[in-house]
């Protein structure tokens, strides 16, 4: 199916507005820490490419999940990771490219026996 | 012509004897709209308009209206009509209204323009041009209404402006963009019919309702004044679809599509007013969840057994809606408390008579699942720490909404959905976005999605002040909790000037 256009070439004149040539060398990055719904929606960041995983790790997440009471808790050899879809071991010197992670990639992670605020995903 | 004609008469005249076959240029290039869409009409005459409205008619009518409404509005500003609401809170529903809504009436106003022009029947080109004048006149006496209480209070003075640039008018906007950009008959059947048929209850009965309850009297008024238009417009919704599914069958799977869209755009949109009945009025009039069960479940559930006979069927997904109905208002309010710094309205946490009265109207949920983060919140907040989440959200592609919702049937879990259009990955909210992008890539992949647009630097500058500023936001004021508000402590000086001058 595609969109029916008054222009009967209208589809081949698409500018598709978030293409990765815009965003000045970066990429965009999405990263959700699961079952912990009081941050109500994934993150969104403009990283580049080679950026190191472990920066994630050291600077991203204690920045904007820190608030978190389960955050200090983690035992971060136990998380579970995926982008987009598919499980992956962090390495932290390794970059996000090496880790799969492209243009508007979602990166998931799981921390088991960390599940909210009293066990209740929702806080 | 000695003898005075009578309405219908007139009318008849009007929608039948003054159209004409065009012979300088075929009619095909007079109306280039008419056709491109795939609907097929073998009789124009066959629409049937039971108003049967003539322009003096009209004009008599509206000015009428006009002049009491303006008296009633008069009078509230002498005898400050700001001082009678329920509590300061309520005003933010005000500036939802005035930022998310009234532009819509004016982006209704073009749109019936353009259908109006486009349509070569002229019944429907006459009721289309007159709900056009209807829209424009209601988005120019809500800003009339509302314009008294932006002399007291904040986050209602750059209301075209953040409708523009603000991430969540970005919602509303974007939806009535959509519809714009449609063909004639698809705008038709996307704001006549889903839009002011199926969904306006959910709309103006909450706001209409929830002024009055609130002691917002200019609200009120202005609500009386536009509600003869409303069920002219309603008419005119239900006439267009009648009219299009009796005119040829193959009308029916391309009306089907659009109603499946427009029914989960619409419904999507309604989200904010979701927020607004269960959150912010100080007097509740009833929750989301009931107003739901009236004026979706039941008033939609027979209008669509009405319309089976044609072949069409309910929505696409309005199960899910219906068993989103236990979240919706829940989830809405958690994105603006996570994001109040970067709102033109404030956020505040449910007091104690707040949180019972969602247990009751949510008691398979809102003890479960919500209460718990709103007393986490609260904790934080106690110990000076209020939550703000200070990272850009992930938004849906289609609705342009903040990825909040939770999976069907797994409130822990948020629902993440995917596609690929040219090499590109795009995020959807749920089943119902997806499919819409998925049917028009080509134009849900142009989206401006305010937070990809902040990463592109098309807002102003990277910080969030640089946005805010980019967004006219007075910042301090417009933004931020609702106990730290400017207009609350203005708000508390004038309770306590009462009480004292009562005391007295
Ligand atoms: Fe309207
Ligand atoms: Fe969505």
Known sequence: MGVIALDPDYASKVAPADTLDKFHGNQLVYIHWEEHLMFCAALAFPFPPGMPFGAILAEILPTFYGIHPDFEKIDWGKVRWTVDGKDITPDPEKSLADHGVGHKSLIRFWTPGLTGVNGLATV | MAKKLGLKQRYGLLTRGLDWETSYQPMDKVFPEATFEGIKIKDWDKWQDPFRL?????????????????????????????????????????????????????????????????????????????????????????????????????????????????????????????????????????????????????????????????????????????????????????????????????????????????????????????????????????????????????????????????????????????????????????????????AAFHTWLPEDDEMAWLSEKYPNTFDKYYRPRFEQWRQMEKDGNRFYNNALPQLCQTCQIPMAYTEPGDPTTICFRESEYKGDKYHFCSDGCKDIFDNEPEKFSQSWLPVHQIFQGNCGGADLGDVLKWYNMNVGADNMDQNVSPEQALWDKWQAERSRVAAE
């Open chain 2, 54 to 342: 003539t322009m003096d008619a009209y004009w008599k009518f509206q000015s009428e209206k006009e002049r009491k409404l303006y008296a009633v509005l008069d009078s509230f500003a002498q005898n400050n009509g700001q001082l009678s609401i329920s509590d300061v809170r309520y005003l933010n529903a005000v500036k939802l209204f005035i930022t998310g809504v009234s532009p819509l009436e004016y982006q209704a106003h073009r749109g019936f323009a353009h259908a109006g022009r486009q349509l070569p029947g002229v019944g429907p080109r006459i009721a289309a041009q007159m709900q056009s004048l209807d829209e424009l006149r209601h988005a120019q006496t809500q800003i009339h209404t509302i314009s008294h209480y932006n002399k007291f209070f904040d986050g209602m003075h750059e209301f075209p402006h953040m409708h523009d640039r603000v991430w969540y008018l970005s919602v509303p906007k974007s939806f009535f963009d959509d519809a714009r950009t449609a063909g004639p008959f698809e705008f038709m059947i996307a704001i006549g019919f889903a839009f002011e048929y199926v969904l306006t209850n959910l709309l103006f009965v909450p706001f209409m309702s929830g002024a009055a309850y609130n002691g917002d009297m200019a609200t009120v008024t202005f609500g009386f004044s536009a509600q003869s238009d409303e069920s002219r417009h309603m008419t005119l919704g239900i006439e267009v679809i009648k009219f299009l599914l009796e005119q040829h069958p193959d009308n029916l799977p391309i009306v089907q599509k659009w109603v499946d869209k427009w029914f989960w755009r619409g419904y999507k949109v309604l989200g904010l007013v979701a927020m607004m009945m269960d959150y912010m009025l100080p007097k509740k009039v009833m929750s989301w969840k009931e107003a739901w069960e009236i004026y979706f479940e039941q008033a939609g559930g027979a209008l669509f057994e009405d319309l089976a006979r044609y072949g069409l069927k309910p929505p696409k997904y309005h199960e899910q809606a219906t068993a989103d109905a236990e979240h919706l208002s829940h989830q809405n309010w958690s994105i603006f408390y996570n994001y109040t710094q970067a």
